[in-house]
């Protein structure tokens, strides 16, 4: 069974500071795919990052950072020089290639409310 | 681009009666999602499709069903709504296959009193 831990309930940090918000994933699957997404206040969900298990490359995009490391089964997402506007709900999430008779489904962390205060 | 229309956005309900919340897509992916979201527990799998005219059940699908009929549309009905399903619906389908990242839509709050 898949299963994602997203530690930390709340993070509050000044505006500018850097942040990262941890993601530790279970898989019996060498194959999978890593998520994240962004729920802003407005409640939709905005998709960021997709990462297959084959690719352990970090990512950046802008202010936003990516760091995959299979060794200890980890996806965390650092903001630096964080904004108001990033101010967010954010999950972590996990989909395993081969489910058998299921539903490759992704399995999601409960999510990590990070408030920046300016 | 529309990608995913639920309806309602907001609807309160009495105990006991039935409702259907609908889930329409318009870029004919094959695999479609209901989740819920309550404070606290994240998104949790209700049920899905992998393609019309299949469905299985997630995490929590008692108390909830569906139906494929067609690629587009997958509506999930509560036969007799109870309190505890008071939640924040969320439909989505997935692209690439079986791989891609999942488009949501907005979200339906289901209030049941």
């Known amino acids: 069974a898949q299963k994602v831990t997203q530690a930390q309930t709340e993070i509050s940090v000044v505006e500018k500071e850097d942040v990262t918000l941890d993601c530790v994933y279970e898989?019996?699957?060498?194959?999978?795919?890593l998520f994240w997404y962004k729920q802003p206040p407005s409640g939709e969900l905005v998709f960021l990052i997709r990462?297959?298990?084959?690719?352990?490359q970090n990512e950046i995009s802008g202010r936003y950072s990516w760091n995959f490391q299979k060794s200890t089964s980890s996806f965390n997402f650092t903001i630096t020089a964080s904004q108001v506007v990033d101010s967010a709900v954010y999950f972590c999430?996990?989909?395993?290639?081969?489910?058998?008779?299921?539903?490759?489904?992704?399995?999601f962390g409960k999510g990590t409310k990070l408030s920046v205060i300016p | 681009i529309a990608g995913i229309t639920q309806a309602p956005t907001s609807q309160i309900l009495a105990a006991g009666r039935r409702m259907t919340l609908r889930c329409t897509q318009d870029?004919?992916?094959?695999?479609m999602y209901w989740y819920r979201q309550d404070l606290g527990l994240g998104l949790r799998l209700i049920h899905y499709?992998?393609?019309?005219?299949?469905?299985g059940k997630g995490e929590v699908p008692d108390g909830y069903s569906v139906s494929r009929a067609n690629t587009d549309d997958f509506p999930l009905t509560l036969a007799s709504a109870v309190p505890s399903q008071t939640s924040v619906y969320f439909c989505?389908?997935?692209?690439?296959?079986?791989?891609?990242?999942?488009?949501f839509g907005e979200g339906s709050r289901l209030t049941v009193l």
């Open positions: 499709s992998n393609t019309a005219g299949t469905t």
């Open positions: 990462r297959n298990s084959f690719d352990e």
């Open positions: 999430a996990l989909s395993e290639a081969y489910s058998g008779a299921g539903s490759y489904q992704l399995t």
């Open positions: 989505a389908s997935r692209g690439q296959g079986h791989t891609g990242e999942l488009f």
């Open positions: 898989t019996r699957d060498t194959t999978y795919y």
């Open positions: 870029m004919r992916h094959n695999a």
